[in-house]
C-alpha cells in the first residue's frame, strides 16, 4: 500500500509518477484534503480528551462539564471513523508507485535480453494443432465436463504435465526455493494482502456464501503465509516455490478465440516468491527473473525478457520483467 505520510512529504512526486498510471492530479489532492482533516480530528480528539482527564481529576464538580466533552469527543470519532472509510476506499485505489527508472509511456516496453536456440523442426504448426495431433487434451471430453476453456489432459499429455511440475519443483528446490502445497481455497483477506482483488477482481470464482475464493495465484498463499509476522533480517530472502492450479473467470477475454491451452479457467502454474529487504528487493527481482529464466534455458526455449512500461504494470507492480516464450 501506497505510505500516506508521502502525501505530505512528496506531493509532487505522487503527481508525476502516478499520471501515466492515470490517476489525476485531483484524485490525489481529494484524498490529501482529507487526510489533512483527519489529522485535525485526531488532534482535536487528542486534546479533548487530555481536558477531560484534567477535569475528572478535579472531582465531582465537573461531571457536566466531562459529560459535555464526551459528546464532542463521540461527534469527532463518529466523523473520523466515516473518514477512515473514505480514505481507505480512495487509497485502495491508488496503484503501486512505478520505480523510477521504468520505461515511460512515450518509450515503450523495452527489449531487455534475448535468447535464441536453434531447433532442428521441420514444421510450422501451431500449439493448438500439435495438442490435437498428439493427443495431449481431449477438448471433447473438456467442454463435456466443464464447457469451453477448461482442460482434460490424457495419456502422454497427462505425463508431461506432471513431468514439467516435478521437474520445476526441483530445478527451483536446487536454487534455494523452499517446496509448499497450500490449501487452494482462500479467504478474502488473503486475497487483499497482494492486491489480488484489484488485479483480478472480475476474474475471481468465489464459493458464495464461504467467504472462500478458489486461488488465482499461488502467491496469495506464498506471501499470506507470512502475514501479521516480524521477519528476522538475518532469516531474508525467503525464496518461497509452490505448485498450484490456478482459476480466473477470465471475463475480459470474453468473445475472444482462444484455443488449446491459452486463458484457461483452470491452468498450471510453479510460483516462485521472494520476501526481502525493501533495499535490497531490485536486486532479488533480478536472481528471481534469472530464476525463471534458468528453466527455459534448460529446456533450450528461445525466449526474450521485457521491461513493462508505466501503462502496462500491474496494480501492485513497482517494476516488471516480462519474459515472451
Same mark, same amino acid.
Given at each position: 500500500m501506497l505510505e500516506?505520510?508521502?502525501?505530505?512529504?512528496?506531493?509532487?512526486?505522487?503527481?508525476?509518477?502516478?499520471?501515466?498510471?492515470?490517476?489525476? *492530479?485531483?484524485?490525489?489532492? @481529494?484524498?490529501? !484534503? &482529507?487526510? %489533512?482533516?483527519?489529522?485535525?480530528?485526531?488532534?482535536?480528539?487528542? +486534546?479533548?480528551?487530555?481536558?477531560?482527564?484534567?477535569?475528572?481529576?478535579?472531582?465531582?464538580k465537573n461531571r457536566e462539564k466531562v459529560k459535555k466533552?464526551?459528546?464532542?469527543?463521540?461527534?469527532?470519532?463518529?466523523?473520523?471513523?466515516?473518514?477512515?472509510?473514505e480514505l481507505s476506499e480512495l487509497t485502495n485505489q491508488?496503484?503501486?508507485?512505478?520505480?523510477?527508472?521504468?520505461?515511460?509511456?512515450k518509450e515503450g516496453n523495452k527489449v531487455i535480453d534475448n535468447t535464441e536456440y536453434q531447433h532442428d523442426f521441420k514444421h510450422n504448426l501451431t500449439h493448438e494443432v500439435i495438442l *490435437?495431433?498428439?493427443?495431449? @487434451?481431449?477438448? !471433447? &471430453?473438456? %467442454?463435456?465436463?466443464?464447457?469451453?476453456?477448461?482442460?482434460?489432459? +490424457?495419456?502422454?499429455?497427462?505425463?508431461?504435465?506432471?513431468?514439467?511440475i516435478n521437474f520445476m519443483r526441483f530445478e527451483n528446490s536446487k536454487r534455494g526455493y523452499r517446496l509448499f502445497d497450500t490449501p487452494y481455497l482462500?479467504?478474502?483477506?488473503?486475497?487483499?494482502?497482494?492486491?489480488?482483488?484489484?488485479k483480478f477482481q472480475d476474474n475471481l470464482y468465489k464459493v458464495e456464501e464461504s467467504g472462500f475464493y478458489l486461488l488465482p495465484t499461488a502467491e496469495v498463499s506464498l506471501v499470506n503465509l507470512y502475514q501479521g509476522?516480524?521477519?528476522?533480517?538475518?532469516?531474508?530472502?525467503?525464496?518461497?516455490?509452490?505448485?498450484?492450479p490456478c482459476f480466473r473467470a477470465e471475463r475480459m477475454a470474453a468473445g475472444q478465440v482462444n484455443k488449446g491451452l491459452i486463458r484457461?479457467?483452470?491452468?498450471?502454474?510453479?510460483?516462485?516468491?521472494?520476501?526481502?529487504?525493501?533495499?535490497?528487493?531490485?536486486?532479488?527481482?533480478?536472481?528471481?527473473?534469472?530464476?525463471?529464466?534458468?528453466?527455459?534455458?534448460?529446456?533450450?526455449?528461445?525466449h526474450r525478457v521485457i521491461e513493462l512500461c508505466h501503462k502496462e504494470l500491474g496494480f501492485t507492480a513497482a517494476k516488471t520483467f516480462d519474459i515472451e516464450v
Open positions: 500516506l505520510q508521502k502525501f505530505f512529504t512528496d506531493f509532487e512526486d505522487l503527481v508525476r509518477y502516478l499520471a501515466p498510471r492515470g490517476i489525476s *492530479k485531483e484524485q490525489l489532492l @481529494i484524498i490529501k !484534503e &482529507k487526510l %489533512i482533516r483527519r489529522k485535525e480530528l485526531i488532534g482535536a480528539i487528542n +486534546q479533548l480528551g487530555q481536558k477531560r482527564n484534567e477535569l475528572s481529576q478535579a472531582g465531582i466533552i464526551n459528546e464532542e469527543v463521540n461527534f469527532h470519532e463518529r466523523e473520523l471513523n466515516r473518514l477512515e472509510a491508488l496503484p503501486n508507485l512505478p520505480s523510477p527508472n521504468v520505461p515511460t509511456n *490435437k495431433n498428439l493427443k495431449i @487434451i481431449d477438448e !471433447e &471430453k473438456s %467442454i463435456l465436463l466443464s464447457g469451453s476453456k477448461f482442460s482434460v489432459y +490424457q495419456g502422454f499429455g497427462s505425463e508431461l504435465l506432471h513431468a514439467l482462500v479467504n478474502a483477506h488473503n486475497l487483499y494482502n497482494t492486491g489480488q482483488f484489484h509476522q516480524i521477519l528476522s533480517e538475518e532469516d531474508l530472502p525467503l525464496n518461497l516455490c509452490a505448485y498450484s484457461l479457467h483452470q491452468f498450471h502454474k510453479v510460483e516462485l516468491v521472494k520476501i526481502t529487504k525493501p533495499e535490497n528487493s531490485y536486486q532479488e527481482l533480478e536472481k528471481l527473473l534469472n530464476d525463471a529464466r534458468n528453466i527455459l534455458h534448460l529446456l533450450k526455449i528461445p
